[in-house]
């Protein structure tokens, strides 16, 4: 590929590899996440649901407040979508012994198991498809890719909203 192709840098000082490697992981996870939703059974909810979901089932209770946060949504977003979660009975909101005109989210039950649930489905997939399309080298080398690819949540980020 020419340098041309490869189309701008964001920034002056960021290398054309390392722009192209950022456009093609984005483009990656982008299609791998969506292959790992299809897998599970997550159909009968959105994706704002399922993401909202899994972030109680991640952090624990929370303000509808912080989860519209952590989520980059308006509050009002988020409320909706714990409207939805509650009818289907897959989280609860209860008074905030700190703030009792705030209400804490948390998991149900079935909340915890349909999480659970889909999170043993597409891991099984995922091992599955490991162990089917790539050689043993192949997958030593995802790995060795993998541990490259934590440094970038390390904490020196700093832009991501906590719980």
Not at 9 to 18: F, H, K, Q, R
Not at 87 to 104: A, E, K, Q, T, Y
Not at 127 to 142: G, N, S
Request: charged share 30%; net charge positive.
């Amino acid at each position: 590929m020419d340098a041309n192709a490869s189309g701008p840098t964001p920034c002056g000082n960021i290398s054309d590899s390392a722009a192209r490697a950022a456009r093609e992981l984005h483009v990656l996870f982008g299609r791998l996440r969506r292959r790992i939703r299809q897998v599970a059974r997550d159909e009968d909810l959105t994706p704002s649901q399922v993401s909202a979901l899994t972030l109680v089932g991640k952090h624990g209770a929370a303000t509808a407040g912080a989860l519209a946060s952590a989520e980059g949504v308006r509050p009002q977003s988020m409320a909706a979508t714990l409207v939805a979660l509650g009818r289907r009975g897959l989280i609860r909101r209860s008074p905030d012994p700190g703030d009792g005109r705030r209400r804490l989210v948390t998991l149900t039950e079935a909340g915890r198991a349909r999480i659970e649930g889909d999170r043993q489905v597409r891991q099984e997939w995922l091992a599955r498809a490991l162990q089917d399309r790539c050689t043993d080298k192949e997958r030593d080398t995802v790995l060795e890719a993998l541990a490259l690819l934590d440094r970038l949540t390390g904490p020196d980020t700093g832009d991501s909203p906590t719980l």
